[in-house]
T-cell receptor, first 109, second 115 residues
Framework: GEDVEQSLFLSVREGDSSVINCTYT??????LYWYKQEPGAGLQLLTY?????DMKQDQRLTVLLNKKDKHLSLRIADTQTGDSAIYFCAERGQGNLIFGKGTKLSVKP | NAGVMQNPRHLVRRRGQEARLRCSPMKGHSHVYWYRQLPEEGLKFMVY????????ESGMPKERFSAEFPKEGPSILRIQQVVRGDSAAYFC?????????????FGPGTRLTVT
């Protein structure tokens, strides 16, 4: 079946890099996504990666995909207090998205 | 270009009442998805619609829940005879009518509380 797993919490100091990890099970997934959710808000699409890529960089964000291990990571460089949020990994199902439970990132000043 | 709009943002219903949640997709988007988020959980897919068609309702509970996306107007998620377990945040997302990444853009959600 389809399942997406993430660690639940990550705490970093302001200015450090954050790495949020995710594993998925559906090897036929064509696209994988990272979303950010701030308290009481909807989900903001941060970035996505096509399954034939192994890396994508967008400003402070770097996505790494290891298709063999079905492992996806999101690296945030120079993490700021404004990056504190819940980060969701998602894989594309038949048309819908399948989400992990989210990683709560806490950034300490 | 306005984003995905949902209303109401907060909805309180007593057990047994009906809840109607509305979603207006982004301009130019013809695909709408509904997801439910329980406290401390990720989002779970409920239903995928295009104008006047339900494409995939595999995540919808078999009873009390229905969804539509009429030719004119917003998409509606309707929950009849609500129970306490229906309390959750309901998110709508939309995507453009093309192949590719099918990136979905989310609305701010409707937080339903059943008392």
């Amino acid at each position: 079946g389809e399942d997406v797993e993430q660690s639940l919490f990550l705490s970093v100091r302001e200015g450090d890099s954050s790495v949020i990890n995710c594993t998925y099970t559906d090897s036929s997934s064509t696209y994988l996504y990272w979303y950010k959710q701030e308290p009481g808000a909807g989900l903001q699409l941060l970035t996505y990666i096509f399954s034939n890529m192994d890396m994508k960089q967008d400003q402070r964000l770097t996505v790494l995909l290891n298709k063999k291990d079905k492992h996806l990571s999101l690296r945030i460089a120079d993490t700021q207090t404004g990056d504190s949020a819940i980060y969701f990994c998602a894989e594309r199902g038949q048309g819908n998205l399948i989400f992990g439970k989210g990683t709560k990132l806490s950034v300490k000043p | 270009n306005a984003g995905v709009m949902q209303n109401p943002r907060h909805l309180v219903r007593r057990r047994g009442q009906e809840a109607r949640l509305r979603c207006s997709p982004m301009k130019g988007h013809s695909h709408v998805y509904w997801y439910r988020q329980l406290p401390e959980e990720g989002l779970k897919f409920m239903v995928y619609l295009q104008k006047e068609n339900i494409i995939d309702e595999s995540g919808m509970p078999k009873e009390r829940f229905s969804a539509e996306f009429p030719k004119e107007g917003p998409s509606i998620l309707r929950i009849q005879q609500v129970v306490r377990g229906d309390s959750a945040a309901y998110f709508c997302a939309s995507s453009p009518p093309r192949q590719g990444a099918y990136e979905q853009y989310f609305g701010p959600g409707t937080r339903l509380t059943v008392t």
